[in-house]
């Protein structure tokens, strides 16, 4: 297993314009995370999934956003109508966490990311 | 999640220790004290967490104070690939959680580390 994957790792789109990023986590990996960075920021959470169940939404991610996990395997993330405002590093990351075991953080595992220009 | 407290930016020479330090004054007594570390043009990295005990792993030693108020992430020897941003986070555990925690980090905008040569 080579890690968390994105792509495409880069996009340049033009305002108005749908995007679409893919995600693909660590096979075994129940929990997948989207994160959004914007230049001089931490990353901030934005939706997370627990297998193919959308679990916790930020009010960060606006009706324009929509993100999916159809089989519980790899993720999208969806920007409809990109504003200039989108343009940011969009980060996936995945985990696997049982009930019982506690924290799952030995596995919280990063993507090198997708990084958005919105022009 | 408590609130941390980073400075914006350090220096340490190669080969030498790098002591970051991190204050979370309002740290809860079920919440954990986690490091990331983000190299320029990729995803963060997780480097080591605790509780209340000291913790040592192949990349790192944290020292959390008695009074859980603060921490301090150590490096032992520092090398060029150690510059990056440091993020210090703490957060409720899944355990204590009672089923409600979903593991999101919240991140704030860490600590540069700059070591030279």
């Known amino acids: 297993d080579t890690g968390v994957s994105q792509d495409p790792r880069h996009k340049i789109t033009k305002r108005g314009q749908n995007v679409t990023f893919r995600c693909d986590p660590i096979s075994e990996h129940n929990r997948l995370y989207w994160y959004r960075q914007t230049l001089g920021q931490g990353p901030e959470f934005l939706t997370y999934?627990?297998?193919?169940?959308?679990l916790e939404k930020s009010r960060l991610l606006s009706d324009r956003f929509s993100a999916e996990r159809p089989k519980g395997s790899f993720s999208t993330l969806e920007i409809q109508r990109t504003e200039q405002g989108d343009s940011a590093m969009y980060l996936c990351?995945?985990?696997?966490?049982?009930w019982g075991q506690g924290l799952d953080n030995y596995g919280y595992t990063f993507g090198s990311g997708t990084r958005l220009t919105v022009v | 999640d408590a609130k941390t407290t980073q400075p914006p930016s350090m220096d340490c020479a190669e080969g030498r220790a790098a002591n970051l330090p991190c204050n979370h004054s309002t740290i809860s007594g079920n919440e954990y004290v986690y490091w990331y570390r983000q190299i320029h043009s990729q995803g963060p990295q997780y480097i080591i967490h605790?509780?209340?005990n000291n913790e040592t792993n192949e990349m790192a030693s944290l020292i959390i104070t008695e009074d859980r108020k603060s921490s301090t992430l150590i490096l032992p020897h520092a090398t060029l690939r150690d510059t990056a941003v440091y993020y210090c986070i703490v957060r409720v555990g899944e355990a204590n959680a009672g089923g409600t925690s979903y593991g999101k980090l919240t991140f704030g905008q860490g600590t540069i580390l700059t070591v030279h040569p």
């Open positions: 990351a995945s985990s696997h966490f049982l």
């Open positions: 999934f627990q297998n193919e169940a959308q």
């Open positions: 605790g509780l209340k």
